[in-house]
Structure formats: C-alpha cells, structure tokens
Antibody
C-alpha cells in the first residue's frame, strides 16, 4: 500500500525555521514527482511546492513561499523535504505531502496524514 | 492564477438524495479537474480526476462532468459516510494548481 508519513512540524516563532520530512513507501518513489500542499484552519488546500522525480529537472513554488521555502528529495531514502525559513503567521496550517500521478501533472492521488505547523510568538 | 469558485459552500440533504456541487474556473482548464473528499482531521481523498474519471475503489455513486470552465460533481444517492467537505482542484498546465473553497455536505 502507498504510504506517506510527514514529520517535523511544531510551534515556531515568526522569522524562525522548520524542516518537514515525508517518508514514502509502497511505490517506486523515484518515478513520481512530489508535492507539498498546506491547509490553514477552516480553509481549502493550497498548493505550495513541487519537485521532479529526479529532483534535478524542476522545482516549482507558490509565489507566497518563493525565496523562503526549499523543496528537496532523497530518492535513495524515499524521502521528501520542505525547508521553511523566515516563517510568518500566515504559514500556519497542516502541511501534506502528496504524490503526483506521474510527473508534474498536478493530479495528486495519494496524500499523507499531514503535520501541523504553528507560527506564533 | 486560475481561481476556482465552488457552490454551494454548504448543503444539507437526506440519505438517498441526489447531491450536486458546481465548480467554475476563471479560465479554460480543459478537463484538468479533480474532486476530493475530506473528513475532519484527515487528508483529502481523490475521488474524480480528469473531470469525469472515477478513481479506483471509489463508489460509483460519485460522478463528475464538465469541461472548459464549468464542472459538476454529483452524489447520486447520498449515504451517511459521505458527510465531509468536497473540494475541486484544477491542474491545467504548470503550477500554481488551485483548489476551490470547499462544499460542506451534511445529513439532514
């Protein structure tokens, strides 16, 4: 079975940093591009970032996080990461990693359970 | 960015009722639209992709239609386990891929 398990969330002060991880299993990780999607309390999901299956072809970011967040992956360890710097209150929410069906289609067929990030002083 | 407008924002229907949700894109997205179901504290679950294709394992009472800018999601016979929030999402071309604001479905 496909499994995606996020970790690394928590409470951080504005301006601080956090690194999220997503451990993948049950599928050929290096055959799929991967995404981070976040959801603020009571709001709809918001796509945050995507990375190609080989991690070298492309990375994409939402304008709201460009220059502050960095997506990366380690295919040898079946892991996806999101380094979040200069965090703001509006970055608070649940962060999900999500598998793209193939490569940068935007069609996300499996999601992790999510990890909570709270940015507050 | 492409804006996705869902309606209604919430609805209440009886078990066995037919339920319809609409989603309108701010520009032509061909048929690159998914529908997700989300229950409280859980991740979104993919139900429909490419506007009308049913994801594996999803009950056939769920269906989708539309292309261009106007899309419809239907539950043909509402069941108690269908309670949750439903989101549309467009994935036309390159990111940013965007979601609707959601429709909360409750049992009357």
């Amino acid at each position: 079975d496909v499994q995606l398990v996020e970790s690394g969330g928590g409470l951080v002060k504005p301006g601080g940093s956090l690194r999220l991880s997503c451990a993948a299993s049950g599928f050929t990780f290096n055959s799929h591009s991967m995404n981070w999607v976040r959801q603020a309390p009571g709001k709809g999901p918001e796509w945050v970032s995507s990375i190609s299956s080989d991690s070298g072809t492309y990375t994409y970011y939402a304008e709201s996080v460009k220059g502050r967040f960095t997506i990366s992956r380690d295919n040898a360890k079946n892991s996806l990461f999101l380094q979040m710097n200069s965090l703001r209150a509006e970055d608070s929410g649940v962060y999900f990693c999500a598998r793209d069906v193939v490569a940068a289609t935007g069609q996300m067929d499996y999601w992790g359970q999510g990890v909570l990030v709270t940015v507050s002083s | 960015d492409i804006q996705m407008t869902q309606s209604p924002s919430s609805l209440s229907a009886s078990v066995g009722d037919r339920v319809t949700i609409t989603c309108q894109a701010s520009q032509d997205i061909n048929n690159y639209l998914s529908w997700y179901q989300q229950k409280p504290g859980k991740a979104p679950k993919l139900l429909i992709f490419d506007s009308s294709s049913l994801e594996k394992g999803v009950p056939s009472r769920f269906s989708g239609s539309g292309s261009g800018t106007d899309f419809t999601f239907t539950i043909s016979s509402l069941q108690p386990e269908d309670v949750g929030t439903y989101y549309c999402q467009q994935y036309d071309n390159l990111p940013p891929w965007t979601f609707g604001q959601g429709t909360r479905v409750e049992i009357k």
